[in-house]
């Protein structure tokens, strides 16, 4: 039987008798690799609080070390609750959450399909309440989230793509304006990574952020998952401890996906060592384990357990 | 012919050469759409140099992120450009600028763009 699982969601511990051998099983497991019983429910099960999101035992290097220590999900900050009073104040929606990075987030399947009605959240009940809330927002196409955008094009006029946008006006600031959303899921990387050196991936990061504050936005940075055949693979490592610095100095939260990714096939991505692979459903299918094996459904399990942490310290209503 | 006529004729030369060449010297200064045009063939090719001598002196801060627009996609053309001035300190554009990210083109259509008299010639200054 589930005793208990971690903060996140994404592991469970099992106990019980082994059919196949005389002793008892009793260890850690992923969720979505269990088939579980449909009436289970995992708010119904007790939360391990201390349980680390990864086992740092084997771990020596110290880069890896530090982004496996990294929670898969942060905390909310008390700075959070001061930028979203702010935007509140200045007519933002708190059922709108919006999207800033590249092609992995201009994904067609990213995010935009929290909104639909055939979604199947399986044992996750307790994040139905959460994508209700924000879910029927999420079809709305990005201004900030294109195939090749970066740190640096986010600011670029040029790199504007919709009727609506003002001229001069950034991809970043246009879609602010355009969509009011308390929340901005930011992903930039995997593209950055191939073009530019991590100190100015730093400072495009903070100029995101800081941009975010001011607007009253709340910022969810990500890291991204890479592979360790990458001709870039340490590379990807310097610019996802970037991104851990950068998240922890503006206090803004962050989804650990470099670290959550480590436990999927090819850690989530596609041949290319850059995209995330899809399931093949269009939909949320969180009942049979996708979570476990697809990036882009991890990705969006992810974002949905940030927004409802973030949903539920804020008391968005 | 006495040496006066002479000496007129050869100042009405020198005057004619001068002309010449000055008109030579800035072929663009009366051409705020030749200008832009420039810009934007220079900004595809990622010139910095060439950018430079032709953005306004309020975007010079901006020239590095300029230069790097088509940095994160390849084969940048531009296609069908057309400009022509619109207004005192406008120009506009037809034609799009098309750009390939792996297997697929990404399009930047041309659009309207400021532009502003320094240094005794237009430059570019930004969308209008």
Redesign the interface.
Known sequence: MVTERNRVGTWVRVRGSASDSAGEVDGWVLTGLLTLHPTLRLSQVPVNSELGDADLENIDDPELRRLYAVPVISRVSAQMQLVYQRGRLLGNDSRVVTKVG??LTADPLYLTVLGREDNELGPFDFLVETMVFFGPQTGVESVAA?????T??V?????T?NALCE??ETPLACEYRLRRPSVALIMFGP??V???DVDAFGSGLREIIEESIQLGVIPVLSTFSSHPESQVWEKTLAFNLTIVDVAEAYGVPLINLWSAARSLPNYGLEGDHVHMRHSGYRYLKFDIGNQARYGVSLRNFLSLRMLDEIRRTLGMS | MSMRKRHQRIFACWLLACALISAGCAPDEGDPAAVVEQYLRAKVASDMNEMRGLLCAEMENLLE??S??F???TNVEIQEMACERSGETTVSCSGT?V?A??A?N?E?PL??YRVVREDDGWKWC???
Do not use: C
């Open positions: 590249d092609s294109r195939v090749g955008m970066s640096r094009v600011f670029d006029p040029m790199w793509r001229p001069n593209n950055d191939l073009h530019m | 992120r300029e790097r627009t940095e994160t996609v600028i750009a990210y792996g697929e990404t930047f659009t309207s930004g969308e209008a």
